[in-house]
């Protein structure tokens, strides 16, 4: 029997809080390895693709733009939108800041979650976040019998997409299988 096909869809900005905090929490200094994660959630399913989206400044930084080039290179595409900036007066003191903020990433992965779904090229949608944002278009490609997996953190899953989705991994539970190896 042919195995289904799946795409993997990487929240970066998600997945790094989460992470971060899991290793705050346990004493750990692990980084991921985005290649392992990709292969744990689509072990069993013909993977079709991975994306990982992110939000970046205009000039990009060498050490992330390194990090895009060895992502792209394991085979997992970008999807980057440009970071924006927001006044913000504080609510106390009155006083004003400029704040980087983040805009449009959320709406490319649903984006894409609805364009797989509709043009019939995977039968598993893999979401890697825990954000409740994705909870319509998840909704939306299960009525079109897309199975959709989410793999989040246990603390930072809300409670819309864990009823959501038809399989819950917990990252916390597959964590020494995508850490990346200590260089030594």
Same mark, same amino acid.
């Given at each position: 029997?042919?195995?289904?096909?799946?795409?993997?869809?990487?929240?970066?900005?998600?997945?790094?809080?989460?992470?971060?905090?899991?290793?705050?929490?346990?004493?750990?200094?692990?980084?991921?390895?985005?290649?392992?994660?990709?292969?744990?959630?689509?072990?069993?399913?013909?993977?079709?693709?991975?994306?990982?989206?992110?939000?970046? $400044?205009? =000039?990009? $930084?060498?050490?992330?733009? =390194?990090?895009?080039?060895?992502?792209?290179?394991? @085979?997992?595409?970008?999807?980057?939108?440009?970071?924006? =900036?927001?006044?913000?007066?504080?609510?106390?003191?009155?006083?004003?800041?400029?704040?980087?903020?983040?805009?449009?990433?959320?709406?490319?992965?649903?984006?894409? +979650?609805?364009?797989?779904?509709?043009?019939?090229?995977?039968?598993?949608?893999?979401?890697?976040?825990?954000?409740?944002?994705?909870?319509?278009? +998840?909704?939306?490609?299960?009525?079109? @019998?897309?199975?959709?997996?989410?793999?989040?953190?246990?603390?930072?899953?809300?409670?819309?997409?864990? =009823?959501?989705?038809?399989?819950?991994?917990?990252?916390?539970?597959?964590?020494?299988?995508?850490?990346?190896?200590?260089?030594?």
């Amino acid at each position: 029997m042919d195995k289904e096909k799946s795409i993997v869809l990487i929240d970066a900005e998600n997945i790094l809080k989460s992470w971060r905090r899991h290793c705050q929490n346990n004493s750990l200094d692990d980084k991921i390895d985005y290649q392992k994660l990709v292969q744990v959630l689509s072990k069993d399913t013909n993977l079709l693709r991975a994306y990982f989206y992110d939000a970046v $400044p205009e =000039n990009i $930084p060498t050490k992330k733009k =390194n990090f895009f080039t060895a992502l792209q290179t394991k @085979g997992i595409q970008l999807r980057t939108k440009i970071l924006k =900036n927001r006044k913000h007066i504080c609510s106390k003191c009155k006083n004003v800041d400029t704040r980087t903020i983040q805009k449009g990433v959320d709406v490319s992965l649903a984006t894409d +979650i609805l364009r797989h779904a509709w043009q019939n090229t995977c039968n598993i949608c893999i979401v890697v976040s825990g954000d409740e944002d994705y909870k319509d278009a +998840i909704e939306c490609i299960k009525d079109k @019998g897309i199975k959709v997996w989410v793999a989040s953190f246990k603390a930072s899953l809300s409670s819309e997409l864990r =009823n959501t989705a038809d399989k819950i991994i917990f990252i916390d539970d597959i964590f020494d299988s995508i850490k990346q190896e200590s260089q030594k």
